[in-house]
């Protein structure tokens, strides 16, 4: 699903050049559960970013589903993203004057789905992360976990074939968390292609293969255990 080949990203601070990604291959396979893991600044957000397709590599190439999406134009790039990838932030990233099924479906308003089966869409999808019943309820009376179910179901509606999960327990407690990786393993159970970028290793292992990123260059690669 997702093949990368040699890519490479530099930004320029002040005088001086940092090589977010040096020469980077990686992919994935569709149906699997892969952690990007790496400390901060070691390049994990800008691989994010070029999953994502939200940004471009100066060298390389990246194939999704077998079509090059690392020279397309920013318009045909939006295109691709809104249809093939779901994205889950840290902080949840809901609009506080509308409710869990407004959040939900104003993606789907945007493609210009009826609101009528944007509803039910989103009613379906809030069922799925389990908050049935909930669907009326702002995200100041949702607690942290149930936010980000909602940011999930978001997500989910799109029907995505990629869902990118960036630090998505970041803000959450312990408890919660372990909350939010069981949902994320069983979306991937049910054949939901994951992507998780996490700093943290020990959250990675819960996926079914770990990738490592330090300094801009993928250094090692095992199944988690």
Same mark, same amino acid.
């Given at each position: 699903?997702?093949?990368?080949?040699?890519?490479?990203?530099?930004?320029?601070?002040?005088?001086?050049?940092?090589?977010?990604?040096?020469?980077? %291959?990686?992919?994935?396979?569709?149906?699997?559960?892969?952690?990007?893991?790496?400390?901060?600044?070691?390049?994990? %957000?800008?691989?994010?970013?070029?999953?994502?397709?939200?940004? %471009?590599?100066?060298?390389?190439?990246?194939?999704?589903?077998?079509?090059?999406?690392?020279?397309?134009?920013?318009?045909?790039?939006?295109?691709?993203?809104?249809?093939?990838?779901?994205?889950?932030?840290? @902080?949840?990233?809901?609009?506080?004057?509308?409710?869990?099924?407004?959040?939900?479906?104003?993606?789907?308003?945007?493609?210009?789905?009826?609101?009528?089966?944007?509803?039910?869409?989103?009613?379906?999808?809030?069922?799925?992360?389990?908050?049935?019943?909930?669907?009326? @309820?702002?995200?100041?009376?949702? %607690?942290?976990?149930?936010?980000?179910?909602?940011?999930?179901?978001?997500?989910?509606?799109?029907?995505?074939?990629?869902?990118?999960?960036?630090?998505? =327990?970041?803000?959450?407690?312990?408890?919660?968390?372990?909350?939010?990786?069981?949902?994320?393993?069983?979306?991937?159970?049910?054949?939901? =292609?994951?992507?998780?970028? =996490? @700093?943290?290793?020990?959250?990675?292992?819960?996926?079914?293969?770990?990738?490592?990123?330090?300094?801009?260059?993928?250094?090692?690669?095992?199944?988690?255990?």
């Amino acid at each position: 699903m997702i093949s990368m080949t040699h890519l490479t990203k530099t930004y320029r601070m002040g005088d001086d050049e940092v090589r977010a990604l040096d020469n980077v %291959s990686f992919q994935v396979k569709r149906g699997e559960f892969v952690a990007i893991v790496g400390p901060s600044g070691s390049g994990k %957000s800008t691989l994010m970013n070029m999953i994502g397709l939200l940004d %471009s590599p100066d060298s390389g190439t990246y194939l999704l589903d077998g079509e090059d999406v690392s020279r397309m134009s920013d318009d045909r790039l939006a295109g691709v993203r809104n249809r093939k990838i779901g994205f889950v932030f840290q @902080h949840f990233n809901l609009l506080g004057n509308m409710n869990a099924r407004e959040n939900v479906r104003l993606p789907l308003l945007y493609r210009g789905m009826r609101v009528a089966e944007a509803d039910r869409l989103a009613n379906c999808m809030l069922e799925k992360v389990g908050l049935a019943g909930r669907e009326k @309820h702002r995200p100041t009376q949702l %607690s942290g976990g149930q936010q980000q179910r909602v940011a999930i179901a978001r997500a989910l509606a799109g029907m995505p074939e990629i869902l990118l999960a960036d630090e998505p =327990t970041g803000a959450l407690d312990s408890r919660t968390s372990v909350e939010i990786m069981d949902m994320l393993k069983e979306l991937n159970a049910q054949g939901q =292609t994951v992507v998780l970028i =996490t @700093h943290n290793p020990e959250l990675a292992l819960e996926a079914n293969r770990t990738v490592t990123i330090a300094d801009g260059v993928l250094y090692e690669e095992a199944k988690a255990v």
